[in-house]
């Protein structure tokens, strides 16, 4: 069964950083993606970043490019996501998703992790 866990999330003021972690195990089946994803209260879950886990091609929304960047560790199987910058607007519940290969969508998800921005 595979497993996400997400850590590093917390309190940080604007314009300060934070980095995240997510370590997946239980990986019996090929990964094509793992990314990062975020819901802040009253909107709907958004994708932030996403690592192809064998190219390391990678891919933001707009509202982070330049801000945020993800990696990945395959001997680890961890994926990062360093967050410089960071804006009241970034707040949000972050969380880790993976995409097996051969499926369209993520489908396994880690639990969450809370990052607030105070401006």
């Known amino acids: 069964q595979v497993q996400l866990v997400e850590s590093g999330g917390g309190l940080v003021q604007a314009g300060g950083s934070l980095r995240l972690s997510c370590a997946a195990s239980g990986l019996t089946f090929s990964v094509y993606t793992m990314g990062w994803f975020r819901q802040a209260p009253g909107k709907e879950r958004e994708f932030v970043a996403g690592i192809n886990w064998s190219s390391g091609v990678t891919s933001y929304a707009d509202s982070v490019k330049a801000r945020f960047t993800i990696s990945r560790d395959n001997a680890k199987n961890t994926v990062y996501l360093q967050m410089d910058s960071l804006k009241p607007e970034d707040t949000a519940i972050y969380y880790c998703?993976?995409?097996?290969?051969?499926?369209?969508?993520?489908?396994?998800w880690g639990q969450g992790t809370q990052v607030t921005v105070s401006s």
């Open positions: 998703g993976l995409r097996r290969t051969f499926r369209v969508n993520y489908g396994d």
